[in-house]
Each structure stands twice: as C-alpha cells, then as structure tokens.
C-alpha cells in the first residue's frame, strides 16, 4: 500500500500538509491504490485523467445513489435518487432538465449586471488601503449571487454562509461544534434543511421566476417534486455555488500575488475567459467525489468488485501530466484545457455557467480596479478533504 494512499481522505493533508506531493505520489502508480479505513470501510482513489472519464462518465458502472463524498463512506445517503448530484439518470436527466434551462448560459448573461454588482460590493473594502480578508469575501459572494436568483432574503445570507461552509468542511476547527465532525455535519444539514422548508411554504403560495419557483414547478415521473425533493435541491444548487465559485480567486492570489502573473493579466484583459479556466484547473475548488461501482469491472488494471467505493480526486486529476503539459504552470492562454473541476459526464455541474460568469466578472473586477497586491497577515486554509481552498487571506492593494 502507497504511504501516499494513507493520507489522502485527512482532512488535515488540505489544510496544513503537502497534498500536491500526495497527489503526485498517487499519480506515478501503475495502478489504483486503497485505502483502508476501517474493518469495513475502504475506497480506491482515481488520480489520472482518463480513469476519471471511464468513472465520471459512466452512470450504469458507478452510482451517485449510495454517497458521492467520503463523509458518507459506508452510510446509504437518504438523499440518493431524491437530490440531483446522487440521482442516476435516467431520473436524474428529469430533474435537471428544468435547472439547466433556468441556469443556461443566456438566462444568466441578463443577470450580468446584477452578478457585477455583488462582485464590485464585494470588493469594495480593499479600495481603502486597509487590510482586507479576501477569502472571507470570496466565500460570501456566491451566496449574494445565489440568493439573490433564489429569492432569498439578504439578512439571511451570512448564516448561510456559515451554513453550507461548516457543511462542507465539518473538520474545520472555526465551524467544528463539541460533539465532533459528524455532530457538526448533522447540524449544518438540519439547519439548512430547515430553513429551506420555510423558504419552500412561502415560495409556493407566491411563485415567481426564481430558482425555488423553478423547483417547485420541476415535474418528475408526471408529478411534482415533493416538498423533500424542493428543499435537497435547494440546498445542492446553492451548495454548488458556495463551494467552486470563491477558491479559484483567492487560489490565484494565494498562488501569484508577487510573481507577476497578476500584472501580466490586468495589462491583457483579454486572456480572461482561458485564465478563469485555467484558475479553475489549478484550484481544484472541489477536491473529490465519490462513485460505488454497481458491477465489478476493472480500471489501470485493478479489478474493482461490486460494493466498492471509488474516490476520483479532483486536484489532482487536473495536474495529470498526460493530459495538461506542464501541468503545475499557471498558463494564462492555455488551450486545449479540458480540466474536471466541474466534473464530467452526466453530473457536469449544472451551475457552472453562473460561475464561469462570476469568475471572469471577480477577475476582470478585481485587475481593472486593484493593483499591488500584498500579503497582510496569516493566510489559513479550510481543513477539509472535500473543498480546497483558503478560509482566511488578509491582504492590502492600491487603487488603479
């Protein structure tokens, strides 16, 4: 067994340890590595580009309906065939059908404006030379966006916030409660549950053109969603958002606040649309989702019996030297880059339109108003094995 495989679901490797020689490590096998992580439990981890294809892509071989992340390793997830990222289709395909007309790329571009001003509101407080916690602002704004095209209410969203973050990095020490990380998952759930059931009783007496109002109307099998499918489906979309959107710019400035990098964008804001991609590549936003092989089959030569967990890990995926050359360079015009931050096959992630929006709005914003970026106190990282990204980065610029 690879040393590398012992250490790749600590969600401590993510946030104070070197997960990228992790990742490469698991890279430079001849085959899948396992990780045992009890006397019942285990998972193979997918580490290269074309493994991920033949996982992601093929719905009848490997199920979303038992878990899709490893905080739910060996649980059955009461959300499966319910809730769109662990649906198969064909019940999947219904249900994203009237999302993705909702989320298109036409429907979003008429929210441009709305999107820009939260972006320029969100960035507002570095123009006073002071230092500004550019992480915590990333982290805020997909919820403003997404609340705003789900109706909800602005006092609301820095719980939510708070929320859907402690959902998905339940290890972390500013969220983890007392009774450990599966207390402070539950809680984050029961919660956001909770609130999205009060959200979904007033939406449906007074329905409108907004995401929720788009839910309630979703018909699946010739009836509508219940109540149950409505408010999981709230909270997966908005969850979506909160966890691939705020990593990439603060991952950009993390990385190459003082390497010229930044410079050489903001004098070319042009290269926008492959830079957000490649920023997306680099940071990975999302670093893992599960699948549970249905039948065994056999991947890079390791035959995977039925019942097992399979873990494809996003990172590290999109530094595969096989399919991205000099994976570890920030290449700002990088074409072909066909990286899996947004998954593949047929779980594509259905907002990925309003972030790639969003990002090129963050950092066409960010370069033509700032400049001079410089670290201003201690950066953190999220502990957590499911997102990567930064919690915290103080920093201070100058006005252009």
Known sequence: MSGAATAVDDPMLYSDGDYQSVWQDLRGLDRLSWKQVDDRRGFWSVVKFEDAHLVLRDAETFTSERGTMLCMLGIQDPAGGRQLPATDPPRHTTMRASLQKALAIKPIERQHE?????????????????TFDFAEAMLALPVAVGGTAMGLPRQDWPELVRLLTASSAPDDPDYLL?????????NAHRELFAYFQDIFQERRKNLGDDLISVLINTEIDERPMSPGEVMS??????????????????????????DG?????????????????????????VSHFMRYAVTDTEIRGTKIKAGDAVAVWFGAVNRDEEAFPD???????????????FGLGPHYCVGHNVARVTLRIVFDELLS?????????????LRSNFISGYKHLPITARTR
């Not at 007392?178 to 539950?186: E, F, H, K, R, V």
């Open 114 to 130: 709305m999107i820009r001003e939260h972006v320029v509101e969100a960035l507002e407080p570095l123009a006073d030379g002071g």
């Open 178 to 186: 007392p009774g450990g990380t599966q207390a402070t998952l539950d």
């Open 233 to 258: 489906n709230c909270y997966s979309v908005l969850l979506g958002a909160a966890v691939t959107t705020p990593h990439s710019p603060t991952y950009v400035l993390a990385e190459h606040m003082e």
């Open 261 to 285: 990098l930044l410079d050489e964008w903001a004098a070319d804001l042009s290269v926008t649309p492959t830079a957000t991609e490649e920023a997306m590549r680099l940071a990975s936003p």
């Open 327 to 341: 994976a570890m360079t920030f290449q700002l015009r990088r074409r072909p880059n066909r990286h899996v931050s």
């Open 369 to 381: 108003r700032f400049t001079g970026f410089e670290s201003a106190g201690e950066r953190a990282r």
